[in-house]
């Protein structure tokens, strides 16, 4: 039997932080030491090469394939239309959100766009869940204080391409409906929440994909490269979902949004690249929001 919204679960913190893992690792991203000269480590780097509404909606497909699947190989005890309608709410965010993210950074402004997506992001969904009756711990409020910094600094946060903050902020907004409006599905629900949510995306996306149709065609190498990384994404959805079922909504927003963190660490454990003192300060200020959000 699921545990109620909120009640704390030791499995919580872990399929947060298992989120972020994903998000890290497939959401375009800054990566000064994955590749030369700043290039983000997937979907970003993707968008540099393709038109970015080819990358956006591929992607958004793949994520509502590996939905489904999930969806089915998980069986709910009930599906109500309102968490339905929660979840296509949450889709609607993030084709929002992967939209200007990916069009920010295909602009190159990497260094305004993920900072502000992800600092921005981070403050609406903790704003909002505390608006609907979230309750953080002293602990808790401290590790919350202490990410907004350390998510500007690890990920580069710098004034370059300012003239695409904006998209960094429409990015944050729909990072923020998306975490919001998942959280609220119930747990009987399953995992159709998340599949909803990718159909929505879809739909959302289609006029512009529609618009650019012209512009779509790829390798098959760079469709599948595309469906992977929106897979990837989904599946960072699915973790997070079960995460907010087993926690405070706000707590586990700031766990799941660690994720620029891992392409520096990565970069420093594989390949061995230096890392500036800003990303060194971001990267201790993260693991001690983990520890506090954990402990909390």
């Not at 480590?41 to 509404?53: E, M």
């Not at 900072?115 to 903790?126: F, K, Q, R, Y």
């Not at 599948?224 to 926690?247: F, S």
Request: proline share 6%.
């Amino acid at each position: 039997m699921a545990r109620p919204r909120g009640t704390p679960d030791r499995m919580g913190p872990f399929l947060a932080l298992a989120s972020a893992v994903c998000y890290g690792i497939v959401v375009p991203q800054l990566s000064a030491s994955l590749e030369p000269g700043g290039a983000p480590i997937a979907g970003g780097l993707l968008s540099r090469r393709a038109h970015f509404a080819a990358v956006t909606f591929l992607g958004q497909l793949g994520g509502l394939l590996l939905a489904l699947a999930a969806a089915l190989l998980l069986p709910a005890d009930s599906v109500r239309s309102a968490d339905l309608l929660w979840g296509a709410l949450s889709g609607v965010g993030s084709g929002t959100a992967m939209h200007f993210l990916n069009r920010g950074l295909s602009h190159g402004a990497m260094s305004v766009v993920v900072p502000v997506s992800a600092v921005t992001g981070v403050a609406l969904s903790v704003l909002c869940g505390v608006l609907l009756g979230d309750r953080p711990t002293p602990l808790a409020w401290v590790g919350i204080a202490v990410t907004a910094p350390a998510l500007w600094l690890v990920a580069g946060g710098g004034t370059d391409g300012g003239a695409r903050a904006s998209d960094g902020l429409l990015a944050s907004a729909g990072v923020a409906v998306q975490y919001i409006a998942l959280a609220q599905a119930d747990a009987s629900s399953g995992l159709w929440p998340v599949a909803a949510g990718r159909l929505a995306a879809v739909l959302v996306l289609l006029p512009g994909a529609v618009q650019h149709a012209g512009r779509l065609r790829m390798p098959p190498t760079r469709c599948a490269q595309a469906l992977l990384i929106g897979a990837g994404a989904a599946l960072g959805l699915v973790l997070y979902l079960l995460a907010a079922q087993r926690q405070l909504l706000a707590v586990a927003v700031v766990l799941a949004s660690l994720y620029p963190a891992l392409p520096v660490i990565l970069g420093l454990a594989l390949l061995h690249e230096k890392v500036t003192r800003r990303q060194t300060a971001g990267l201790l200020g993260a693991a001690a929001a983990t520890a506090l959000l954990t402990l909390g």
